[in-house]
């Protein structure tokens, strides 16, 4: 039986920035959440006509990526690099103060942290459940279907 409607999912990443990354990675990455059942929400995708020449662009940009992850109904963060994009951290902090679940990815190897226990600054795991954080981390897309982890648990798949 489908549900009514689709439950929404700010995804928080800085591949929009990158035409091969928009049309290479993000694009594949949106594709395995919307084959899970989520209602997508790419800010790039979803803030593309606001005209840069204006005036006051950039603040109408966050105000409507702010908006988004207020209303969003769980947030999705690519956090990759050393350290991680700082817009995607800003998003990533409101989405744990507003409460909503949250989910990371991150396929990039490398280590950024000074703790044992995360393998980034343990402030981005603050939303996350203490025990079994681990549902809630991907390192893969293919992992994103997996119907043990958090995600699939939580779009009731």
Request: glycine share 8%; proline share 6%; charged share 25%.
């Amino acid at each position: 039986m489908e549900r009514a409607s689709k439950k929404t999912l700010y995804l928080a990443n800085p591949y929009g920035f990158s035409s091969q990354q928009r049309e290479g990675p993000l694009a594949v990455l949106t594709g395995a959440l919307e084959a899970l059942g989520a209602e997508v929400w790419e800010p790039f995708a979803r803030n593309h006509q606001v005209d840069k020449a204006e005036a006051g662009w950039a603040y109408r940009i966050g105000q409507a990526d702010l908006r988004d992850v207020r209303e969003a109904d769980g947030l999705f963060a690519v956090v990759n690099g050393c350290p991680p994009d700082e817009g995607v951290m800003v998003e990533l902090g409101m989405a744990v103060a507003w409460k909503k679940p949250v989910f990371l990815f991150r396929d990039d190897f490398r280590r950024c942290t000074d703790s044992e226990a995360y393998p980034l600054n343990l402030m981005v795991f603050s939303g996350l459940p203490e025990v079994g954080w681990e549902a809630c981390w991907y390192t893969s897309v293919a992992e994103i279907a997996d119907p043990e982890k958090a995600l699939a648990r939580w779009l009731n798949i």
